[in-house]
């Protein structure tokens, strides 16, 4: 079972394989429902005519509902197969998962959430230089191929185990004669440290940035969150009894892993930040105000203000408690600097930038970037991303700030019923189309099964026949199957709110569904 689980997703290998059992699968089952379809129409015949009392046709009634159940049983297994092998190939490029034991961990129901009950973090500061590190904490990283290094460890300090990828300047050594500042990124869910390290801080993007003197020399810190089962399916940022130590490994564990392998990092809080995406983002910004011993600043691209995942949000109390704009205000913290991303048509985003620059304190400085348009996107983190680098790096300049970006949402008048319709069917998120979708799926998979005259092909025996029948209803199972995949790729878009418009959704997906990259 463990050879099983550890197969890895990412490689262009799972795809090949997975993209031949589905069109071998497609392939049969197309051919059998012709084959089905001829046989059972002579075989009808005869049953009809040999019915000579209630047990006969009992039994012949039972036959056919049992053979109809593995038609249909067939062409939804053509269906999941699609589904798989589209989010294979954006997984591929994404990286949500690697391994198909991660992906049961994420698709396997995650058990029933308790109230949480939440333990305080004692206060970390970071070692002067020179301490001795303590050798539990070094790290070896082993080289990888998108430019990081990565080591699977266990913070002794938590408990907790995961993989923390690094990035270090080209030409970096313990005895350089240089100061490092140091930058942690935390993914989002569902997500895994190569999906930020592959997906917006790519080892050539940072080599770039630091080259130019758009960061100062910085060591790129990439942990994972996800330390447990529970943290698959509800990732915490914070000590939950009963879960991984989230709180600590992030707070204690990584800032002294990279201060123990790589000495010459800098000691200073201010040159230590935190950053992420979605609810990594969320994370980072709780961590920093958390433990602002550590972090002087704190890096959010699509985030929120009210935990929506996690322990955090398991009880009303602790919702209030951890909101990010309450905390900003009642939480003990040092001077910290913020620099907020979000766009109008991802709202709870936009609200973050807008409630934490109204809480802040004097000491703290936030920084908030509003666009019209995004969404929840990799397109958007990954295009914005070099801007947050410059703030990091000290920019002021406004557009680095998001001063001349900065967006106020339109004061728009009352929506014609008509043209609330026609969005219905045509927006990405329209409640119209997901109904068009489906009803167009259902009908789809009717038809590949009842298959009438004009589907099933000319009736006439012989090779020649047979094979045009099977073209016909292959090209129909095919186009069933891909509908399958559209409408649930559209319901879980709505569910989550990820994409508001078909041009973000077309550059974050179509490259890795054509490519895989």
Known sequence: MHQIADVSVIGAGFSRVLTAVTLMTVLTVSAGLVWSARRGSDQEKCEISREESGLVRGFLRARRLGRQALKVGAVLLCQLLAVGLVAARVNSAIVFVTTLGQAANLLLPGGQEQDAVLSPVTPAPLPAAGTMPDPRDVLTPVPQEDGYGAATVTGWRSGASGQVRVWTPPGYAPDDGRTYHVLVLLHGQPGTPESVSEGYA????????????????????????????????????????????????????????????YPNVSRDRSHWGVGGNSSGAYCALWTALSHSEVFGSAISMSGYDIPVVGGMRTTAQLRRENTLSTLIATRDHQPLRFWVLGA????????????????????????????????????????????????????TDPVLTGQSQSVEEDQVGPVPWWRRCIDSFTTIRGSGLLVLSWAAVILATVLVLRAPGWLAGPRRRGTQAFLCAWAVRLGALGVCSLLGALALGLTLNSWGEFYSSWEVASLDLLPSLVTGH
């Open 344 to 395: 109008l048509d991802d709202p709870s985003s936009t609200d973050l930038g807008r409630t934490l620059a109204q809480a802040a304190p004097a000491a703290d400085s936030v920084t908030s970037v509003s666009l019209a348009s995004g969404s929840h996107s990799w397109t958007l983190w990954s295009t914005w991303f070099p801007y947050a680098l410059a703030w990091f790096g000290g920019a």
């Open 202 to 261: 790519t080892a050539q993007r940072l080599q770039a940035a630091v080259q130019d003197g758009t960061i100062p020399p910085t060591i790129v810190v990439v942990p994972s969150l996800n330390l447990d089962d529970q943290q698959w399916h509800e990732p915490d940022c914070a000590d939950v009894e009963g879960h991984a130590q989230t709180g600590t490994w992030l707070a204690q564990d990584v800032p002294a892993m990279i201060t123990a392998t």
